[in-house]
């Protein structure tokens, strides 16, 4: 019996649709190869610190990983410029592994990742202050301490009374000394003050206390407004005495963004009217003076 024209069509089109479901049957059903795991521990141990390097999170490794869910307050908003997401979420899967993967993974990443600490309104009463491991705190090389300062934190109202004892500044540099890898650490303060504390008291206050902290070496003192990006002169220590007779290897100087040098510093604290006068006071390489005919 000859077959129409429409009937061929048919069988075609269901032939056409049945071979590629066969086909996919056939893989299924077909004895699978057992796939066997990378012997990674196997490699050189140079090879398993690239793989581990290649791993580290660019932006570095944040306490607190994330700002508490809150209502919106104008801290909170300030708070959503750190970008403060889980910089180790993705990266925590080497590190659950097994005990070795754990201790190199660990060895590494402390080494050359950079710990960015912060102290702000969401944690500043915890005991911890940061949910890291001793293991980790003792292990650090490189840290930032990100000071976003309320004038509740400062532990008084009146700006003219901060006493010189200020329990805050003696609990951070208490856990930095835990740090006993501690090869560089610098301080940002950034105030969110009230009409009572201008943000000139809140820097000085903030800074005299851990410049003269006992067993925290910071290497240098930064000051902003409204975000982490330093816009005012800062202190630095001097790493060389070959540039001024004046300066001794340690102590601390003024210098603008760039790191021109403005003027020498001490161990001691500043007086408020000095600290006011140069932390605006102007660069001579930024801004040379302008030069001026003698008068006649």
């Known amino acids: 019996m000859a077959l129409d024209h429409g009937t061929i069509s048919t069988l075609a089109v269901a032939i056409l649709i049945s071979v590629p479901l066969l086909f996919v049957y056939w893989l299924s059903t077909r004895p699978q190869?057992?796939?066997?795991?990378?012997?990674?521990?196997?490699?050189?141990?140079?090879?398993?610190?690239?793989?581990?390097?290649?791993?580290?999170?660019?932006?570095?490794?944040?306490?607190?990983?994330?700002?508490?869910?809150?209502?919106?307050?104008?801290?909170?908003?300030?708070?959503?410029?750190?970008?403060?997401?889980?910089?180790?979420?993705?990266?925590?899967?080497?590190?659950?592994?097994?005990?070795?993967?754990?201790?190199?993974?660990?060895?590494?990443?402390?080494?050359?990742?950079?710990?960015?600490?912060?102290?702000?309104?969401?944690?500043?009463?915890?005991?911890?202050?940061?949910?890291?491991?001793?293991?980790?705190?003792?292990?650090?090389?490189?840290?930032?301490?990100?000071?976003?300062?309320?004038?509740?934190?400062?532990?008084?109202?009146?700006?003219?009374?901060?006493?010189?004892?200020?329990?805050?500044?003696?609990?951070?540099?208490?856990?930095?000394?835990?740090?006993?890898?501690?090869?560089?650490?610098?301080?940002?303060?950034?105030p969110i003050s009230n009409p009572l504390w201008n943000p000139l008291w809140v820097w000085y206050h903030a800074s005299q206390a851990f410049k003269t902290a006992e067993g925290v070496k910071f290497d240098s003192i930064r000051f902003s407004l409204d975000s982490w990006t330093p816009g005012e002169n800062q202190l630095g220590r001097w790493l060389e005495n070959r540039l001024r007779r004046s300066s001794v290897d340690g102590l601390w100087k003024w210098e603008c963004v760039r790191g021109h040098f403005i003027a020498d510093d001490s161990d001691t604290r500043q007086p408020i009217r000095d600290f006011c006068g140069i932390i605006y006071e102007d660069c001579h390489v930024c801004h040379p003076p302008t030069e001026t005919a003698d008068a006649v």
């Open 33 to 190: 190869q057992e796939m066997k795991p990378f012997p990674f521990l196997n490699l050189p141990a140079e090879l398993r610190d690239m793989v581990y390097d290649e791993l580290l999170p660019e932006e570095g490794i944040s306490y607190p990983t994330k700002t508490p869910q809150r209502s919106q307050t104008r801290l909170d908003r300030f708070n959503s410029l750190f970008n403060r997401r889980s910089s180790l979420s993705k990266h925590a899967g080497v590190m659950m592994a097994n005990h070795q993967l754990h201790r190199e993974f660990h060895d590494v990443m402390s080494a050359k990742s950079k710990f960015t600490l912060y102290v702000d309104e969401h944690n500043y009463k915890d005991a911890s202050l940061w949910t890291i491991s001793a293991q980790m705190l003792k292990s650090i090389r490189r840290c930032e301490l990100r000071f976003a300062t309320t004038p509740a934190m400062m532990g008084t109202h009146d700006p003219r009374f901060m006493p010189l004892e200020w329990a805050l500044c003696d609990r951070v540099c208490e856990k930095l000394r835990k740090c006993e890898r501690l090869e560089s650490v610098t301080l940002h303060i950034r």
